[in-house]
């Protein structure tokens, strides 16, 4: 199962008229410390707020759903993160990278699939949001709301995850937040 969905800008807009961000509890202090998780491979990596977050609520709509939580793969989480900070530095929106790789080449130039799987396979959400719309919780809740992208987050084939959160300017808007959560599976 492939996906390649694009988040539009217009859902988050419309998220204020139904208090989403109540839908998911109280976002985090958005301050630039972190938090230490495991990852698949039982070490450890340091997520940002928003992505520990963002993390969080993926494994929570998940157990609601009666699947196995996601785990951080470092190869993916460094993809994910690169995508995120090259989408804000250089103002686009897309899955498709500037040089023209699609996220399958991108998170196969990071080493993702490793060449040890007998089976893959993978996907990408995308979003970004300005001000408290760039939130985790409200981007979370648009996604939900998307068949694409809730068919990424809840994808039983799906057992790793990496998590991008880049702030900065987009477009000329300041206080905006880009997000890449790139899944992944192998079977060995």
């Known amino acids: ?14 998220l204020a008229a139904f208090g989403a961000a109540s839908l998911t509890g ?36 998940r ?3 009666g699947l196995r939580p996601l785990c951080i793969h470092p190869r993916l989480q460094r993809a994910a993160r690169y995508h995120s900070r090259d989408m804000i530095q250089n103002n686009y929106f897309s899955h498709t990278s500037r040089n023209g790789q699609s996220f399958q080449q991108r998170l196969k130039r990071f080493g993702y ?40 987050i809840l994808a039983r084939q799906f057992r790793h995850v990496g998590i991008g959160v880049a702030g900065g300017t987009y477009r000329g808007m300041n206080n905006v937040r880009m997000y890449t959560v790139d899944f992944g599976y192998c079977r060995r």
Do not use: D
């Open 1 to 14: 199962m492939k996906y390649a969905l694009i988040f539009l800008t217009a859902a988050a807009t419309s």
């Open 63 to 65: 157990r609601n759903h």
């Open 113 to 152: 699939p490793p060449n040890s799987c007998r089976a893959s396979g993978v996907g990408e959400n995308i979003a970004w949001g300005r001000g408290q719309q760039g939130w985790p919780g409200p981007i979370f809740q648009n996604w939900m709301n998307s068949s694409g992208h809730r068919a990424n």
């Open 26 to 61: 109280p976002e985090p202090a958005q301050a630039a410390s972190g938090k230490q998780v495991r990852t698949c491979g039982g070490g450890t990596m340091i997520l940002n707020n928003a992505e520990h977050r963002m993390l969080v609520l993926h494994n929570q709509a």
